[in-house]
Structures are given as structure tokens and as C-alpha cells.
């Protein structure tokens, strides 16, 4: 080292070490990095909304191994441009409508960013006391704003937590529960265990099932019908508790959602408590997209009945502009979650924790390390403030009205479900079909094949136009065209051309099936 000319003009070259987090350095290609995001999000409307390449497009375009030597920043983001970029959807893009949003912000960008530079790791309080602390701070003022029972926040005896994403949430809860009741039962009884969901619930809480070594033969499936709007009905779950009980199995959980995934369908959660609290069944609410929309009073009603339950958990990375991943999970019995979760090792133990007052969030999920995610809430709730947003949920609810109506007027189609929230659950609907045919209705309805194909087809053109990206749902033996509101970026006229491209292309494709059937052929 004795010979390095520190006023060597190539020094970096000689200090390696010190060029990864040299500060200079990081300040022109941290700038050079938010350029290149802002452009993006300036063009962002240019991009196909959903990427159409092929499986495997990105090999033959790069280099068959790693570089060996340093390669500068302005050449990679080339490279981002020309062989990335094509192969993203764009889930910013105002033209996304596909599955639930997933929305951005300044504010979710920035506490990112943040939490990135600290790139602390806080496992416990002592590794970054501000962590810990925020997250409980963000979590009860998050948990008063969607006015959650004071027993889901630390100012009552429970508490909130930061998970990555509601699969995790389920499964922390899960173990919680199944320890909670096998401390009651015996261990050995493991396989007496029963859990419940409906057929709407995320798949989210069947993996959690079996990780968490609940037997396949007991993760129960409660089904659901178009008379209650796909909800789970109290009634259906006593009866299946009921027998599960004769049986001599021993009901642990139950997960009920607030706005499911296929058709935003929400589970009655007071009658449901109602017939839990008989059997000290835990009960999850998954509220993973609704969840956001209950800070505004109108809506909040949707999770009446939620201080029955044991936990409730939402995502912020879907419709909160907080960028993924950061889920929030209240409880409220944390000593539950920490029985289930804590290890003690040495190399971890301090003062602090012993002094059993500070939260080791360690013990409430699965990892040991952690992301410091709070700042990324902290700054959303910071920069908008309640009032904003709440009014820009409202918007996306009102631009999901629009669109409900210029496709309700058209009457080759049919809303399928009540919408609840942002989403529109909608079909060409079989009449569009049969209208004006020489071949009677019956025949080409007599299962929904032929107009779920018509669906199907509807949905690929419309994505392969790369003009607005929406995806589907099969319910009630219905495939249903999904249209999820929510993109940051989208305006009231994003959404009437959406309508109109759901329309142009509905013109083709039952132009085409007119004449399919016509030459006597349905497929
Ligand atoms: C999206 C969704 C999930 C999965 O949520 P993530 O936190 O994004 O993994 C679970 N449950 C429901 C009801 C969902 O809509």
C-alpha cells in the first residue's frame, strides 16, 4: 500500500475497496439512477403495458458469464433500457389494470431509499432502537386511522408488526395459533388440527397450511355461492365446524377476507366471530387489497366485527403507495406470535432485551433480519396526510364507478359481481352471443364453454394490444374479465379508453364469432 498515489487521477482503480460506497461517487450515479427512473415514468405510457416477449428472450441478449472487470454505470443502464425495459410489465403504467394494484409513490420511493442507505438490520431493539421504535409508532398510528379495536395497538396490550407480504402474515399467525392450541391439547395431537377458509380465500393461506404442518385432510374449504356474493357463510361454518368436532378434530384457525382476490367478496367477520369465539378459534382477517380503503369512514364498515378477531393484516404495497413489500400485521395477543417465534441465541442476547421493555420484532416473524420498512409508511402517511389519501382512494373508486358504467351501457355486457372497492368483475355476457343467431340460444349455452372461450379471447386481445392489461378470474363457472383500478398514474381518461378498448376489440371478436357460427363452427 506504501507506494499508492492517493493524487493519482485514476485512484480508484487502485482503491476498489473504497469506490463501492465512495460518497462523491454514490451522489453522480445515485442522480444518474433518478434521472433515469423519472424518465421512465415520464415515457412510461410509450411501453406496451404488459411485456410481450417470448420465454427466454433474455439470454441470447447477454454476455454468457459475469464480467470480470468493472463495467461503468452508463453502459448498465443502457442495458437496462434496451434488454430490461422490454421485458417488464408495467405495473405503474395508468393503463394497468391487471390483479391488484401494485401503487407507487414519491413518498414509498424515497422511504425506500432510505431504509436502503441506512441498510441497517433490525433484528432487535438494540440494532437499531429507531427501527423498532418507528415500526411500533407507524403501526398503532396506521392501526388508529383505520380505527382497528385499541386491543390490535401497543397503546392497548397488542401490537403491529411489518411483515413482507400477507403469506407471511398468515403463516406467523398460523403457528401462533397452532401452538396456542397445542399448549392447550398436547403436541401429539398436531394432526387433530383443523383450519378453515372459504373457496375465495388467497391461496396465500394453503401454503401457510402446510408449512405450518397443519394436515392436508384438515384444511377445510368452505363453499361459497352467488347468493351471498361469494362470502363465507357463518352458517356453513358452524355446520363444518360442528362435525369436525364429532369427529374428535380440534378447530384452530380460521382466515376470513375483506375483499378477496377473484371478486373483492367480504367475509361477514362479526357473525363469523360469533361462531369462532365458541371454540377458541383464532381468527385471521385478511384484508391484503380492502384493507386500504377502510381509513376513509365510508368504507370502514366493510371490517365491522374485526375486534372478534385475533389478527388483521393488510398490504400497503398493493393500494397504499408504498412500494413492495411491506405488509401490516396487527395482533392482538403478541405474546402468542413471540411464544411461536423466539429464539434466544448468545451472540444476541443484551440488556435491553433482557430488560424484557423493548419489542425484539425478530420474534414476530420469520426471518431473523429485517428490512427497515416503517420508513417507507412513515413517509407515505408524512407526505400525503390522511385527508389526501383518502381522497385519492376515493378517486380510484370513482374511476372504477365510471367504468362499471360505460360497460354496464354496453349492453353486450354484464357486471358480474357488485363491485365493492376499485375492482369490476364484468363478461360479455351470453345474450351479446346468442342475439340474432339462427341457432337457438340453448344450444350454444348449454355450458358456459363456448362463452367463457369468447371471454378468454376477449381478454387475450385486449392484453396482446399492449394498450391496457386486465386479467381474469373463473368464478361460479364463469370466466370473468377483472379490471382493477388503482395505478397510481391512472386518470379519468385512462379509464374511458380502457372502456373503449375492452369495446373495439369485444366488436371483433364477436364479428368474428358471428360468422364462426355461421360457418357451423363453435370453437
Ligand atoms: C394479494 C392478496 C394476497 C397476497 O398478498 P401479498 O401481501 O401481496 O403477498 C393475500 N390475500 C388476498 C386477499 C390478496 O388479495
Request: glycine share 6%; proline share 5%; aromatic share 10%.
Amino acid at each position: 500500500m506504501g507506494d499508492l498515489n492517493f493524487d493519482h487521477p485514476l485512484q480508484s482503480n487502485y482503491s476498489p475497496v473504497e469506490s463501492l460506497l465512495d460518497p462523491m461517487e454514490f451522489r453522480r450515479q445515485a442522480q444518474m439512477m433518478v434521472d433515469f427512473i423519472a424518465d421512465y415514468y415520464e415515457n412510461i405510457e410509450k411501453y406496451s403495458v404488459v411485456s410481450q416477449v417470448q420465454p427466454g428472450y433474455l439470454k441470447p441478449l447477454l454476455p454468457k458469464s459475469a464480467p470480470y472487470y468493472p463495467e461503468p454505470i452508463e453502459t448498465i443502464l443502457k442495458d437496462v433500457q434496451h434488454y430490461i425495459v422490454p421485458g417488464l410489465t408495467h405495473w405503474q403504467n395508468p393503463n394497468y389494470f391487471a390483479y391488484f394494484p401494485s401503487s407507487g409513490s414519491i413518498a414509498g420511493f424515497l422511504g425506500e431509499m432510505l431504509a436502503t442507505g441506512f441498510n441497517i438490520v433490525g433484528f432487535n431493539w438494540m440494532s437499531s432502537p429507531a427501527a423498532t421504535e418507528l415500526e411500533s409508532i407507524v403501526m398503532d398510528w396506521l392501526g388508529e386511522i383505520l380505527c382497528l379495536p385499541k386491543s390490535f395497538l401497543f397503546s392497548g396490550n397488542g401490537g403491529g408488526v411489518l411483515q413482507g407480504t400477507t403469506c407471511e402474515a398468515i403463516l406467523c399467525t398460523l403457528v401462533a395459533a397452532r401452538d396456542q392450541m397445542l399448549s392447550r391439547i398436547g403436541k401429539e395431537n398436531i394432526g387433530k388440527l383443523v383450519v378453515y377458509c372459504s373457496d375465495q380465500t388467497h391461496s396465500a393461506f394453503q401454503k401457510a397450511s402446510l408449512i405450518a404442518g397443519i394436515h392436508p385432510n384438515n384444511f377445510r374449504v368452505i363453499k361459497t355461492t352467488s347468493s351471498t356474493s361469494f362470502a363465507l357463510s357463518p352458517r356453513s361454518l358452524r355446520s363444518t365446524i360442528c362435525s369436525d368436532i364429532q369427529q374428535g378434530l380440534v378447530p384452530a384457525y380460521l382466515c376470513a377476507t375483506v375483499g378477496t382476490t377473484s371478486t373483492t367478496a367480504v367475509d361477514p367477520l362479526g357473525p363469523l366471530c360469533d361462531v369462532t369465539k365458541d371454540y377458541g378459534i383464532w381468527v385471521h382477517v385478511d384484508a391484503a387489497y380492502a384493507g386500504s380503503i377502510c381509513i376513509c369512514p365510508e368504507f370502514r364498515h366493510f371490517i365491522d366485527g374485526v375486534e372478534g378477531a385475533n389478527s388483521f393484516s393488510f398490504s400497503a404495497h398493493k393500494w397504499f403507495f408504498t412500494t413492495l413489500d411491506c405488509c401490516c400485521l396487527w395482533v392482538k395477543d403478541p405474546s402468542a406470535l413471540i411464544k411461536a417465534l423466539s429464539t434466544n441465541p448468545e451472540y444476541l442476547r443484551n440488556k435491553a432485551t433482557d430488560s424484557k421493555q423493548v419489542v425484539d420484532y425478530k420474534d414476530w416473524q420469520i426471518a431473523l433480519s429485517r428490512r427497515f420498512r416503517a420508513m417507507k409508511l412513515w413517509l407515505v402517511l408524512r407526505s400525503y396526510g390522511v385527508e389526501k389519501l383518502r381522497n385519492i382512494l376515493r378517486s380510484h373508486v370513482e374511476m372504477a364507478k365510471l367504468f362499471e358504467e360505460l360497460i354496464a351501457t354496453d349492453k353486450r355486457f354484464e357486471i358480474v359481481v357488485p363491485r365493492n372497492f376499485a375492482l369490476v368483475c364484468f363478461r360479455v355476457s351470453p345474450s351479446a352471443i346468442s342475439e340474432g343467431k339462427t341457432i337457438p340460444s340453448s344450444e350454444l349455452l348449454g355450458d358456459n364453454k363456448y362463452i367463457n372461450d369468447i371471454n378468454k379471447k376477449l381478454l387475450e386481445s385486449i392484453n396482446a394490444s399492449g394498450r391496457s392489461y386486465m386479467t381474469h378470474t373463473v368464478i361460479d363457472g364463469m370466466f370473468v374479465l377483472r379490471c382493477a383500478i388503482g395505478a397510481t398514474l391512472t386518470e379519468e381518461p385512462h379509464i374511458i379508453m380502457a372502456s373503449e378498448v375492452v369495446k373495439q376489440h369485444a366488436d371483433a371478436i364477436l364479428n368474428m364469432s358471428t360468422l364462426m357460427i355461421y360457418m357451423g363452427r363453435v370453437d
